[in-house]
């Protein structure tokens, strides 16, 4: 026997050694080669762990669990689709807004320039917010926790 005498006292427990290993394990364990202390320390703690149940997940509570999350997915989705439908709305305008004053030539070089600085400024503060928002929620250590 080769394995560590944790190892063995554990499989010995487990009823894991073959028979000539459980005899061999028995023998250690006579002659002293194996400590007594440690194995019935052992022996006890396997006796209390393996008598420990879980109690069951009442029915109310899980319900109100599902209700929960069915709530959050359908604010989440509402506000996805929000979102998507303001951002297509708002990408509309700019784009009939530029394409006006850059098409027109009636409108002075500044208010063209200012428009464009404007919704220059406008996305990269949106993909600014957003690489921030990607980066908070991968590394938010409360993440997942009910607040």
Known sequence: MSRDWNELI??????ELDPAEREEFEQRLESGDVSRTEFEEMKAMRGL???VQLRAF???????????TYNRMERNLGWIFLSLGAIVLVSAGLYELLRELVLDGASP?????ATGSAALGMGVLFVSVLRERL???KTDPYRGIER
């Open 10 to 15: 554990s499989a010995y427990l487990d009823g």
């Open 49 to 51: 762990t393996g008598s």
């Open 58 to 68: 009442p029915d109310h509570e899980w319900d109100r669990y599902w209700a929960k």
């Open 109 to 113: 070089w500044w208010l063209r320039a």
């Open 135 to 137: 980066f908070v929620r």
